[in-house]
């Protein structure tokens, strides 16, 4: 969503070059039309409404799955992967469109590369794969009736699509199809905004791609639009897009990124929760760069990504983590050792986290909160203790300690995750404290408190603030004993 770093200037320039590339892109798009062609207008309006109403009703069927899921891979591979600059290279490098083109050519990857990505998925402990189907460069990894520009037709010579989907499918993982809207390379991706010839040809053209790939690969779970970048909804015609997905994938989600609402919001490389009652998705890279980036050296460790993740999981949201695959597919090792150490935490976590509902819990500096009903899990980040503090303050005893403030909740017992040890505690009305606990973080990286409670937890240390008993100012009675 980097747009205004867009000169459109030189955008329009580069895409006048396209109308006379070398890649053909066909007439043959009459099937992308039949839902235009056959209405008028009136009724056109009348179905999409029902159709969207329809979309509406059934969102929280359709998305149960999802909800439970919190955790999916999101893979951005395409032909500027074989440059390794940024899947934005083209544009922010300004490589003239003709020469771009020649990657496809040159972009050759091993077979069933995507059983690689499916096979790490599963360790990582995610639920769901997201591919870019087409990004913003205009090349199509799937076969297209619509145009040359595609996997079959170039340097693959096979459709990656449907590696991917089967791939995904034999280690059990639902399957979503990323697709950008804004398109580089086609000849009218620009000037669809301002003229209606174009417009026309480029909104057939995208709505028929969208159609091939809702039509030739079975069911699937999820639509990822991307950048809707020249035109507003309307000239989109997203409604209508959206209801041509839904007649082909009646149970299929999709995102907000082709002007519409969707059933999901999509935050960017932030963790930010969306208004109650509303799902949502924080998509983030592991180092700096969706696509393969050789030079890109960012990378975030473990500890970050499982906080991100119990993060996302604690205002009800799921973590789209993105690999970028380097061209001939492997997965860069960076990526394997982070998701493979997620994998191993979530194999004895993952009740923390997968099927947990969005909580009412303050800011913690040392840890994230999860709950599933009654129950809280305190995901500890920095483990508490070797402070000369416990020895002086009864707070603190028997080391080590850990204490929550402002729990609001009646609690019954706590234990370990990692071993499933019971862990003594005391209560009052400001504090949870989890006393005699190992020096050591039992678990990495972060180890997981199971916490059975009353009631629905909520911790609000803001509300102890002004009912703590607050002595008297200076150096009282009670410091002076
Ligand atoms: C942005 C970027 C794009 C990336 C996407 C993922 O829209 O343009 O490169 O695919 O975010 O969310």
């Not at 020895?391 to 017992?413: D, M, N, R, Y």
Request: proline share 5%; net charge negative; with cysteine.
């Amino acid at each position: 969503m980097k747009m205004d770093s867009v000169s459109r200037r030189l955008f329009l320039k580069q895409l006048s070059v396209a109308g006379a590339g070398a890649i053909v892109y066909s007439a043959r798009n009459a099937e992308g039309l039949s839902i235009a062609k056959a209405a008028d207008p009136q009724a056109t309006t009348a179905q999409t409404s029902s159709v969207l109403n329809k979309e509406a009703a059934t969102r929280a069927q359709r998305m149960a799955w999802w909800h439970e899921a919190k955790f999916g891979m999101f893979i951005h591979w395409g032909l500027y992967s074989v440059v390794g600059q940024h899947e934005w290279a083209m544009e922010a490098e300004g490589i003239p469109i003709l020469q771009y083109e020649l990657l496809a050519k040159h972009f050759q990857p091993k077979p069933n590369a995507a059983r690689e990505w499916a096979r790490l998925a599963r360790r990582a402990g995610q639920k769901y794969m997201v591919m870019t189907t087409k990004h913003h460069e205009g090349f199509c990894h799937f076969d297209s009736k619509l145009t040359d520009y595609c996997a079959t037709r170039q340097g693959p010579g096979r459709d990656l699509v449907r590696e991917f989907v089967d791939a995904a499918r034999a280690e059990g993982l639902r399957v979503g199809f990323y697709y950008s809207l804004m398109d580089w390379h086609h000849p009218d991706g620009v000037r669809c905004k301002t003229d209606e010839g174009a417009r026309k040809r480029f909104v057939e053209y995208s709505h028929g791609l969208i159609r091939e790939l809702m039509t030739n690969y079975g069911k699937i779970d999820v639509l990822w639009y991307d950048v809707d970048w020249p035109m507003t909804a309307e000239q989109w015609e997203a409604e209508r897009m959206n209801q041509m997905v839904f007649e082909l994938q009646p149970e299929i989600i999709v995102n907000n990124r082709n002007g519409l609402e969707g059933d999901f919001s999509t935050p960017e490389q932030e963790i930010e929760a969306a208004e109650k009652g509303r799902a949502w998705e924080t998509c983030m890279t592991m180092n700096d760069s969706w696509g393969y980036n050789r030079g890109d050296d960012g990378w975030k460790t473990a500890k970050t990504i499982v906080s991100n993740l119990a993060s996302c999981a604690q205002g009800g949201g799921n973590y789209l983590l993105n690999i970028g695959p380097k061209p001939d597919g492997s997965v860069p090792v960076e990526s394997v050792e982070i998701l493979e150490t997620v994998g191993k935490w979530l194999d004895t976590n993952g009740k923390s986290i997968y099927g947990t509902e969005r909580g009412s819990f303050s800011w913690n500096p040392n840890a994230n909160y999860t709950r599933r009903g009654a129950t809280l899990y305190i995901h500890q980040q920095y483990w508490p203790g070797g402070s000369p503090a416990a020895e002086w303050l009864p707070f603190f005893q028997p080391a080590t300690v850990l204490a929550i403030g402002g729990l609001k909740t009646k609690v019954k017992s706590v234990r370990l995750l990692k071993t499933g040890q019971n862990v003594p505690f005391t209560q009052d009305e400001f504090s949870l404290r989890l006393t005699a606990l190992p020096s050591q973080a039992p678990d990495h990286p972060t180890t997981v408190f199971e916490v059975e409670c009353e009631d629905e937890p909520v911790i609000d240390h803001n509300a102890i603030r002004s009912q703590w008993p607050r002595y008297k100012v200076g150096i009282g009675e009670e410091l002076s004993k």
